[in-house]
Structures are given as C-alpha cells and as structure tokens.
C-alpha cells in the first residue's frame, strides 16, 4: 500500500477518482494515504465504501493521522465517501473536527454508519454545519437512524445546525424509514417559517433535495422550489405563496410603512413571476392590498370611481 500511495505524490496524476472500497486498510498507513492526497493536485473523489463489513475499519486514530496529513495542503481532494465503512463514535467525531477545519469538501457520504448514538450524531451536525468555513454542499446519510423517537429529535437537531447555513444543497436521508412526518416537519419550517415575511424571507433557499423517498406534499412544493437558480424569486414566492394564500390576504405588513418604502413594496408584490397558481401571481395579491388601502387615491379619484361604478350597476 506505501508504494501504492507513492505513485500518487505525483501532482500530475491523471487519475481523477480512487476508489479502495473493500480493502482492510491498516491504521498505520492512514498517514501515508493522506501524505500522498496532500501533493496530488488531480485526484478529487476518494472512494472507502464497503459492502460487507470490514474486518478491521480503520479506528478514529487512522482516520486523525489521515485528515492532519492532508490540513493546510494544496489538495484537490473534495468528496470524500465513506458508505459503510464501520466508523465507530469517536471516529465521527475526528470527522466532523476536520470538516470543521478543512473547507476543502464539497460532498460526504456516511451512509450505512449506524454505530454512533444521538449525542454524538448531534455534535456532528453542529460542528459540520454551524461552521462559517463550512463548504459541504451534499451529504449522503442514508440507512443510519433506526429508532422513530431519536430519528425525529436527531432531524430538529440537523435543522437547528442549519438554520444559518448557505451552502448545503443536498441531504440523502433515504432509507430512513424510521423519519416520520414530525421528523420531515422540521425541514419544511427551515425551508420556510411562516411566522413573519422577515422569518419568511430569510429562510433556507438553498436545500433542494432530501432523498429519493417520498416527502409530505408542503415539504415536497419547497424543495422543487428552491431548485430554482433566482434566489430573490424563490424567497418572494414562498412569501406569496405562505403570507398571502388566503383570499383575505394579511396587508397589515404594508399599513404603517413609510411613504418612502411603500412604492418599493408594491412594487414587489405586483410584478409577474414564475408562480402557475393564478392566487398567488402577486397580481390578485395587489388588487387586494389597493382594495384595503383607499387612502392611496386622491379623494376625487375615489369619487369618480364610485359614480362609475354606480352607473354600471344602474
């Protein structure tokens, strides 16, 4: 294996994706897989998946000297998969420390992983994602929560870490099927938190996919929705779609603002969008915010709309 991993030192490797699933990889050459990773400026994908269980999975010791031989390298190394590869609970946690520190990568996969408890899942999240250097942008975390109860506290845990988070675009929960419709209502208020247009507006724009299992109908309509490349788009749809769905729509947002503000806002509630239900087009929504606010038209126009009225109905 030394020799091997030498061949990889070379910057200018052609090979772009090493995958050493279903080999028992010693401990104490961990070191030298990550010394070598350090120089290559090609290999982006290192694949440690295994079918069957190891018969010795490399310990949290194995997998330390790993990550501290590849900290502060040129290292093009960005997903890192690791499906079933026996990680106990302290090797979670050397995991989640170095993602805490290497923003280098981009998708984890730690499937099929179900050694560690609740506390030690739930410092993970916090460390992985709480982070402001945190870059992960998919995690694969299918077929580790078994229990109902803990599967659903460990989903508000992984929306708490979050809920300040903006470059995760992926989480495979798949095969879960201890996640119940509690656990999936979590995400749904991160994707959108309808206590206010603020909460609204600063929700989570950039999750768009959760697995390939089927979600509750409301998560599901916010998930296709933040795969929309506009943001700012996304954002007011939710509003339009979550503050607005009633026919008596809630104006009380746009009563006390300043005359200088309020243009802007109107605005914004009328212009089109990719929006197919007619309701909430943002047109329908400004026909009814001019209907509660009459002191927008001078007197006069108020009165000749009045006697026009009157007569179409004479």
């Avoid at 990568?105 to 030690?120: E, G, R, T, W, Y």
């Avoid at 329908?284 to 001078?298: I, K």
């Amino acid at each position: 294996w030394r020799k091997f991993f030498e061949c990889l030192r070379n910057p200018w490797s052609p090979i772009e994706l090493l995958d050493i699933g279903q080999n028992d990889i010693p401990d104490g050459i961990m070191a030298a897989l990550g010394s070598a990773l350090a120089d290559n400026i090609t290999l982006r994908s290192l694949h440690f998946s295994s079918k069957v269980p190891r018969r010795i999975p490399v310990s949290a010791r194995g997998w330390r000297s790993f990550f501290d031989s590849l900290r502060g390298s040129s290292s093009a190394l960005q997903d890192l998969i690791l499906r079933g590869c026996g990680i106990d609970e302290e090797g979670l946690v050397v995991i989640a420390n170095a993602l805490n520190e290497d923003s280098r990568f981009k998708i984890l996969d730690l499937s099929d992983n179900p050694q560690a408890d609740v506390a030690v899942w739930r410092q993970f999240f916090a460390a992985c994602f709480r982070s402001s250097s945190s870059s992960l942008e998919g995690i694969f975390l299918c077929e580790n929560f078994a229990y109902e109860e803990e599967a659903n506290d460990l989903m508000a845990d992984l929306v708490g870490a979050l809920e300040r988070n903006e470059t995760l675009e992926a989480i495979d929960l798949g095969e879960n099927l201890s996640i119940t419709e509690a656990g999936w209502s979590h995400f749904t208020k991160l994707l959108c938190d309808e206590s206010s247009i603020n909460s609204m507006y600063e929700s989570n724009h950039a999750l768009n996919y959760l697995g390939p299992q089927e979600l509750p109908p409301e998560l599901e309509a916010l998930v296709d929705l933040n795969r929309r490349e506009d943001k700012g788009e996304v954002a007011r749809e939710k509003i339009l779609r979550h503050h607005f769905r009633d026919d008596n729509a809630n104006m009380q947002e746009f009563l006390g603002m300043r005359a200088e503000v309020l243009p802007l806002a109107i605005s914004w509630l009328g212009r089109g969008c990719s929006c197919t239900d007619r309701k909430n087009d943002g047109h329908s929504h400004l026909y009814q915010l001019l209907r509660s606010m009459p002191s927008l038209f001078p007197s006069k126009h108020r009165a000749q709309a009045t006697g026009a009225k009157r007569k179409r109905e004479a």
